[in-house]
């Protein structure tokens, strides 16, 4: 099934777009959480495969982690903004990222148990915390660590590179790559069962969200490329893309060794595709910021990152990941 | 549903549990299915529920830890064809 929802998060490629028009973009965009009533997915989510609705839980799990993360590190990114139009955007993002993390954190409560952290005893910051900790490495290298440390060097006063790393990390990698690739799988998913309507409609307006912030990051990263942080930016580009890759395949996930014909095809082919759709989607973004000479660096990074994952997979689980033969395949053709 | 005798069958025990994990599993449940009862056209098995039901069958026979050379170019299209490699990895493991 294919929705307005899908256009959104396959028309994700686009021009840069300067700070103020993103800002009025937002002004015309809002949306309300509690206009969604996340309740109604929960008889069509309880009625789903088990391995299905584990798959989808942990999706939106990990976005609930990373909206968490976002919302808590950006403000420094506000403060030490090198434009008043940069800092205005980023405060508008702010508000976006708190409403995406309600969004996953009620829809999680709504068609789980149904036992919200508010009201059972652990608080957020319990519930949070045992998400945390039943992630992957990689995960929270990535999400808590590494953007922990971006805005902290910010936050200390850090010069204007310190910024323009902190969004390459913030706007290329955890939103135009992670954000964008768990949007496809999420809908590709979901978009196999009725009853799902509110985890679409969300997922959508997150998606337009996210599109408006990824845009104003490639603009302003294009300014910082401008003014002399080419080098920088891909600098952190490349030091993330190791761990992104591995949130993107989550090498930790076992598909049964019993997987065959057509299911191991359609698995193998639909992660091909968001892996294909990402790496042109980064690469493009990264020619338009004006990357030129590190464009070819960046896409043979990849290329070890996704061998690399796989590999993991293969270590993990002792058998190759359905997408190890889509890539061969796709290398030979 | 008549079963084709003609055909290799798999031990009464291993067809039992594995036909009933199929037609429980099944997006268009039957209340009876035999070997010949196709997964897709009669079930309507996509990829999706085919992995929900790989992940039963693995954990119902403990079937984790078999090389993938055991299960390639397997042909699954019928129940039958379930039962059959079902029961070849289960004989294999005990072996």
């Known amino acids: 099934m ?60 990990r976005f609930f982690l990373g909206e968490m993360a976002v919302t808590e590190t950006l403000t420094p990114l506000a403060h030490a903004a090198p434009t008043a139009e940069e800092r205005f955007f980023l405060c508008a993002q702010l508000a976006d990222e708190a409403r995406h993390t309600l969004f996953f954190l009620r829809y999680l409560t709504a068609v789980g148990d149904g036992a919200s952290p508010e009201v059972d005893g652990r608080g957020v910051a319990g519930f949070v915390r045992e998400r945390w900790d039943a992630t992957p490495d990689y995960f929270s290298e990535l999400l808590d660590q590494e953007l922990r440390e971006v805005t902290d ?87 993330s893309l190791g761990n992104a890759i591995r949130v993107v395949v989550r090498p930790e996930r076992s598909f049964p ?57 293969h270590t993990r689980h002792g058998r190759r990941h359905p997408l190890d033969e889509a890539v061969s395949d796709a290398a030979e053709t | ?48 529920a085919l992995i929900d039901l790989a992940v039963s069958i693995e954990r119902e026979f403990e079937l984790t830890a078999f090389a993938e050379a055991q299960v390639v170019d397997v042909k699954l299209e019928t129940v039958g064809d379930i039962e059959l490699l079902v029961d070849r990895l289960v004989a294999e493991a005990r072996a």
Do not use: C
């Open chain 1, 2 to 61: 294919r929705t307005a929802a899908n256009e959104v998060v396959e028309h994700d490629d686009v021009e840069p777009r300067g700070a103020l028009e993103s800002f009025a973009r937002w002004e015309r965009q809002q949306w309300s959480l509690f206009d969604l009533d996340v309740s109604a997915d929960r008889p069509a989510w309880q009625a789903l495969p088990a391995f299905v609705a584990e798959q989808l839980r942990v999706g939106i799990d």
């Open chain 1, 153 to 239: 060097e910010v936050k200390a006063g850090g010069d204007r590179a310190a910024w323009y790393r902190a969004i390459t990390l913030y706007h290329l990698v955890v939103e135009g790559l992670l954000a964008v690739s768990g949007h496809r799988a999420l809908l590709d998913w979901s978009g196999r069962y009725e009853g799902l309507a509110m985890l679409r409609v969300g997922l959508q307006n997150v998606a337009r969200d996210e599109s408006r912030h990824i845009r104003f990051g490639v603009g302003a990263l294009q300014s910082g490329a401008r003014r002399g942080y080419a080098d920088d930016i891909a600098d952190q580009l490349l030091r």
């Open chain 1, 257 to 313: 060794a019993l997987l065959l014909g057509k299911a191991r095809d359609d698995v193998a082919h639909s992660a091909e595709r968001q892996l294909r759709l990402a790496r042109g989607a980064l690469l493009g973004r990264a020619e338009r910021i004006g990357l030129g000479p590190h464009v070819a660096e960046i896409a043979t990074a990849w290329g070890a990152a996704v061998e690399a994952a796989l590999e993991d997979y």
């Open chain 2, 1 to 48: 549903m008549i079963e084709d005798t003609a055909k290799p069958q798999a031990s009464t025990d291993v067809r039992a549990r594995v036909r009933e994990l199929v037609r429980t599993r099944a997006p268009n449940p039957a209340e009876q299915v035999g070997p010949e009862t196709h997964l897709e056209e009669d079930l309507h098995y996509d990829s999706l």
